[in-house]
């Protein structure tokens, strides 16, 4: 038998959930929330991949928090169908299949809206904290976050990852 926790269970479930985007009354395609996570993470800082941090992977950390509310992590889910509707409204095309200025263009669009602005501050906000938590999280590997930044990390450090 696999060894295969709740929480493994509930994070896969959302990483390999799809978003279906709708034209109409028809399909027009499917996207992952983890794949438009990451496209947009190098859009809004590219910088991140330059220094090997991979932030979307964090997202999953925080989808799987019991600290982090519902309402919050539904937030986000609706926050990727959003995006992935107003580039197809625009483009006729996923966010991720977009061209970096068509997504960047999309951005600019939504930070218009209430809900846009919110989502993108939301987005950024967990985006800052992978890039600059402790590595044990996973994400600022090599301490890539803290050595750009010329900071060094909290004593003590943790030894497990609060979750």
Known sequence: MTNFSRRRFLAAGFLSGAVFLMDGCSLFGITTPIDTLRVMHRD???QAQKLGIETASYMSLVFNHSKISKSDKDFLKNGVKWLNEEAVKIYRSSYVKLSRN???NVLKNIAKTEWGESFIYDVMSYM??????????????KEAGWKWLAFEGGVPRPKEPFL
């Open 44 to 46: 809004l800082f590219p």
């Open 102 to 104: 068509d997504r960047q």
């Open 128 to 141: 800052f904290e992978a890039m600059l938590g402790d590595p044990i999280y996973g994400s600022n590997n």
